[in-house]
């Protein structure tokens, strides 16, 4: 078993919603690790989906979190409202928190 791999997809499934797919795993590590790669390692594990939900739970070990700031004003066309955007996405926010080792 990779421990790395396995480290990487429990950390996936903690902050992931929805869907947990391979190719998204994938894209949010920027295809460092190709989705293939992820599909091969999980079709050898041992684990059933509990023990991984279990190996989640059990390596949380902090909570890190920031205010989305919504600074940047528009005006929606459809709706000619004004609104508010974040200069960063969700993902960008949490690389940044969490920068590679």
Same mark, same amino acid.
């Given at each position: 078993?990779?421990?790395?791999?396995? $480290?990487?997809?429990?950390?996936?499934? /903690? +902050?992931?919603?929805?869907?947990?797919?391979?190719?998204?795993?994938?894209?949010?590590?920027?295809?460092?690790?190709?989705? $293939?790669?992820? =599909?091969?390692?999980? =079709?050898?594990?041992?684990?059933?989906?509990? $023990?991984?939900?279990?190996?989640?739970?059990?390596?949380? #070990?902090?909570?890190?979190?920031?205010? +989305?700031?919504?600074? *940047?004003?528009?005006? $929606?066309?459809?709706?000619?409202?004004?609104? #508010?955007? /974040?200069?960063?996405?969700?993902?960008?926010?949490?690389? /940044?928190?969490? *920068? *590679?080792?």
């Amino acid at each position: 078993m990779n421990q790395t791999h396995l $480290d990487l997809y429990t950390d996936y499934l /903690s +902050v992931t919603f929805g869907y947990a797919t391979a190719t998204g795993l994938s894209q949010m590590l920027d295809g460092r690790i190709s989705h $293939d790669t992820v =599909s091969r390692f999980l =079709s050898h594990l041992e684990y059933t989906s509990k $023990d991984l939900w279990l190996q989640v739970k059990s390596t949380v #070990r902090e909570v890190v979190f920031e205010c +989305v700031r919504k600074s *940047p004003r528009y005006c $929606d066309l459809k709706t000619r409202q004004e609104k #508010r955007c /974040s200069e960063f996405s969700k993902n960008e926010y949490m690389r /940044s928190m969490h *920068p *590679p080792s």
